[in-house]
């Protein structure tokens, strides 16, 4: 069994709600510690193994595999999730704003509220970004021709005589 399918296991394995609170937040804390590494300093592109990136990062090989998962989005080259293994040659070279916007759409403010987001993006490109997001999620609804009203091609005769047949 690939490390992947290990962490899908491990992720959705069935505990009590304390459990599952308590393997959550021990996972987030850890994703907060690595986010905070790497924002501090972003010109660096993490590069190795996947065993010697996890040890770096202070994490088993299963659990940073979960982290390479929620960060594989916002990576310039994505890495083959499926195909990892200890030895797997990894390299985390990071689209910021990207990731900015994954994490606003993962709902996720221990994240993108991090101080250290100042060093990489500047106040006015993470409000522009939040805003895309925002807009992302909005759906305008376009007003509907009743069959009574004119038909919208113009030709003067009821939508219901005209183009509504």
Same mark, same amino acid.
């Given at each position: 069994m690939g490390l992947y399918s290990q962490w899908e296991e491990l992720a959705q394995q069935e505990r009590? =709600? $304390? =459990? =599952?609170k308590k393997f959550w937040d021990e996972y987030f804390a850890l994703e907060t510690n690595n986010y905070k590494s790497i924002l501090s300093d972003p010109e660096r592109v993490r590069e190795g193994t996947l065993v010697s990136l996890a040890e770096e990062f202070g994490m088993d090989e299963i659990a940073f595999t979960g982290f390479l998962d929620g960060i594989n989005t916002s990576l310039i080259k994505p890495i083959e999730l499926e195909r990892l293994s200890s030895q797997s040659k990894l390299k985390l070279e990071i689209d910021y704003e990207k990731l900015y916007y994954n994490m606003l759409e993962a709902k996720a403010p221990w994240l993108f509220t991090l101080t250290e987001w100042d060093g990489v993006l500047s106040a006015e490109k993470r409000k522009a970004i939040t805003k895309e997001q925002r807009a992302s999620k909005s759906? +305008? &609804? $376009? $007003?509907? +021709?009743? %069959? &009574?009203? /004119?038909? /919208? #091609?113009?030709? @003067? %005769? *009821?939508? *219901? *005589? #005209?183009? @509504?047949k």
């Open positions: 009590t =709600q $304390e =459990q =599952q759906y +305008v &609804n $376009e $007003e509907s +021709v009743g %069959r &009574n009203d /004119p038909c /919208p #091609c113009g030709s @003067g %005769r *009821k939508y *219901k *005589k #005209c183009c @509504g």
